[in-house]
């Protein structure tokens, strides 16, 4: 019995933007919180699979070493979005703050093992700061 395994994704870059509140960045007498749209890229993963029956799940935690659940902020991806090797995505209206960033790959193929979609191993972790 053949084992499906998706290959973890890398990151290439991860770019914080300007400030998206209509408030230079800065924040008013008014108390409008400061957001940010945030890039990510990451290189996409090169199994068929992930380009033509899945694609990515992008976590977004506020603690180091986050576990990846239902409560957390995420991004689905399809998979057949990617341009050179690479994957974008912007996040947006991220409030001031720390932040913690995983990515996934997934395919809708099930794993044999298990029964359920197949899926990456998280990648590293990458922290941004928002201000």
């Avoid at 019995?1 to 770019?15: H, R, Y």
């Avoid at 991220?94 to 191993?121: E, F, H, R």
């Amino acid at each position: 019995m053949n084992k499906l395994k998706i290959t973890p994704v890398t990151f290439a870059a991860l770019i914080a933007l300007s400030a998206c509140s209509g408030n230079s960045g800065f924040q008013s007498s008014e108390s409008k919180p400061i957001v940010k749209n945030i890039d990510v890229e990451f290189q996409a993963n090169p199994e068929t699979s992930v380009k033509t029956r899945g694609g990515y799940k992008v976590y977004v935690g506020t603690s180091l070493g986050f576990a990846l659940d239902a409560s957390l902020r995420t991004v689905d991806i399809a998979g057949n979005t990617e341009q050179d090797g690479k994957v974008r995505v912007t996040l947006s209206e991220i409030p001031a703050g720390k932040y913690y960033l995983k990515v996934l790959a997934y395919s809708d193929l099930n794993d044999p093992n298990t029964g359920t979609s197949a899926k990456s191993l998280p990648s590293e972790e990458v922290s941004f700061n928002v201000q």
